[in-house]
């Protein structure tokens, strides 16, 4: 079982650049969602999508862009990095059903540093 | 503003023994989830245990109970018989959000000592 599959795992980037960070998954999850994970904070969503064509931002959106044209697909793209990106990104699927239980179906996490 | 805080930057056990990490919340919604989720150093977050804010029952999971507290917004996880495979980062979180979004405490790091 494949379940969410996150590409890449380690990515180093100069300020300025842009890059997209893939997100798969293969249990048919309607909702699906970024995450950034910095040290002594909990997570922090970006963008969240609950279906093919509907994307909406989280609680720090600012330099990031989504689409969500699949159901199985939810890049993140960062247009212009930054010094602050510097993070570690986690994607999250659930049935939509399951949104109010909050049981979310994790990936591996992509650790990104921005020099 | 609602919050999620674990007031335990990190906590060691022995291994064989109980451990109870804490965790507060802050929500005027009367109808929640509470949920403790382990991430381990291959950094991927794994449920271990949910309990509705409906339901007066505790919680359990094998080695893994909660005590909630609800008139003192109180959710904290009791794993008892540690193992080496429990070192983690514990986390807590609350889906008291009106959109469903999740809510994160900062973490517990668990270290179990052989």
């Known amino acids: 079982n494949a379940g969410v599959t996150q590409t890449p795992k380690f990515q180093v980037l100069k300020t300025g650049q842009s890059m997209t960070l893939q997100c798969a998954q293969d249990m048919n999850h309607e909702y699906m969602s970024w995450y950034r994970q910095d040290p002594g904070m909990g997570l922090r969503l970006i963008h969240y999508s609950v279906g093919a064509g509907i994307t909406d931002q989280g609680e720090v959106p600012n330099g990031y862009n989504v689409s969500r044209s699949t159901t199985e697909d939810f890049p993140l793209r960062l247009l212009s990095a930054a010094p602050s990106q510097t993070s570690v990104y986690f994607c999250?699927?659930?049935?939509?059903?399951?949104?109010?239980?909050?049981?979310?179906?994790f990936g591996e996490g992509s650790r990104l540093t921005v020099l | 503003a609602q919050t999620v805080t674990q007031s335990q930057p990190e906590m060691s056990v022995q291994e064989a023994e109980t451990v109870t990490l804490s965790c507060t919340y802050d929500?005027?919604?009367?109808?929640?989830?509470l949920f403790w989720y382990k991430q381990p150093p291959s950094r991927q977050m794994i449920l271990v245990i949910r309990q509705e804010a409906y339901k007066q029952q505790n919680a359990t999971e094998n080695r893994f109970s909660v005590n909630f507290q609800k008139a003192a917004k109180s959710f904290s996880l009791k794993i008892s018989d540690s193992q080496l495979g429990d070192a983690a980062m514990y986390f807590c979180a609350s889906s008291m959000d009106s959109n469903y979004q999740l809510i994160w405490g900062a973490g517990t790091k668990l270290i179990i000592k052989p």
């Open positions: 999250a699927s659930s049935y939509s059903g399951a949104l109010n239980t909050g049981e979310l179906f």
């Open positions: 929500t005027s919604e009367s109808d929640y989830y």
